[in-house]
């Protein structure tokens, strides 16, 4: 079924917005000091999140309030993928293809599987129901992490007393990796698999944890700090260089140093990788989902 909003062709939604990728560009040879186009191909939305690339060739992202998963073809059209997500928020795939989804709303995480069927994999800790679940990541080997925050009327309705980041183990044993004091977000996992990054909205930085053979975490660290605006969705490249969605998305080498910062239009709240190069970031922001094709962005893991 195709939405009222968002439906159009992505060349019939084009708004295009010409920019310099800085502080970078600068140093690059002239040959790379070039205009980039970040291009508006889907809009009309409220509030949209939890974009993630599929293997069959589009790409998914969440318009929130409106309880709806989207999918967007490049070239194409943008369509809804499912009703009732129940606040879907951020998205993620495993290597069977099977798709990951933190549901605020229903505050759990689920797994939708090849065929269709949703199962459940958290929604209680302790015996009280999780917060909102916000951001997720799969590694390679299985593992699934997740933030729980709470934004928002979500803070009035909580039954546990922190905010956490979750660990699932492949046959389904869930355990809680930090209860950090500020409210976790985005999170991501290095192109290896042997760090995990968790954005802090409140605390405007982003923490590395050391991830062993068994999936579990330790060695926690700031990587990132006093991110200029408020960090939500995280992306890594195949060089380890990590895509903090905050006042533009800001590209920060594996050490922490800024690279770039890429302006959008609007505030982004996430960012992934696409297309059949994965040489495509895709930026949701607000009512809309942008694209930036360029020679200087790596593949995603």
């Known amino acids: 079924m195709r939405s009222g909003a968002g439906s159009q062709p992505a060349a019939a939604s084009q708004a295009a917005v010409f920019l310099l990728l800085f502080p970078l560009l600068a140093q690059s040879p002239p040959e790379a000091q070039a205009e980039f186009q970040v291009e508006k191909v889907a809009h009309g939305f409220r509030f949209t999140e939890g974009p993630v690339w599929s293997r069959d060739g589009y790409l998914?992202?969440?318009?929130?309030?409106?309880?709806?998963i989207m999918k967007h073809v490049p070239e194409g059209a943008t369509e809804v993928y499912r009703e009732a997500s129940?606040?879907?928020?951020?998205?993620?795939?495993?290597?069977q293809g099977r798709l990951y989804t933190c549901e605020t709303h229903a505050r759990r995480v689920t797994r939708t599987e090849k065929k269709g069927r949703i199962e459940v994999l958290a929604d209680k800790w302790d015996g009280k129901r999780l917060n909102a679940p916000s951001d997720v990541v799969v590694s390679k080997s299985g593992h699934v992490y997740f933030t729980d925050p709470a934004f928002g009327s979500q803070q009035d309705t909580r039954e546990l007393d922190f905010y956490?980041?979750?660990?699932?183990?492949?046959?389904?044993?869930?355990s809680v990796i930090a209860r950090p004091a500020g409210r976790p977000n985005g999170i991501a996992l290095s192109p290896n698999g042997r760090i995990l990054y968790v954005a802090n909205s409140d605390e405007r930085n982003v923490r590395a944890y050391d991830v062993d053979r068994e999936g579990e975490a330790s060695n926690a660290r700031v990587a990132i700090s006093k991110i200029d605006g408020i960090p939500g969705g995280i992306r890594t490249d195949d060089k380890g260089n990590l895509y903090v969605a905050a006042k533009g998305i800001a590209v920060y080498s594996p050490?922490?140093?800024?690279?770039m910062t890429i302006p959008v239009a609007e505030t982004p709240s996430n960012c992934a990788f696409g297309d059949s190069d994965?040489?495509?970031?895709?930026?949701t922001a607000r009512t809309s989902l942008y694209r930036l094709r360029s020679p200087l962005l790596s593949n995603a893991r």
Not at 255 to 259: A, S, V, Y
């Open 86 to 95: 129940n606040g879907a928020a951020g998205n993620a795939f495993d290597q």
């Open 278 to 283: 994965l040489q495509t970031l895709y930026i």
């Open 164 to 174: 956490g980041v979750y660990h699932i183990a492949p046959k389904g044993q869930l």
């Open 60 to 68: 998914l992202f969440n318009d929130i309030p409106a309880g709806k």
């Open 255 to 259: 050490e922490g140093q800024l690279l």
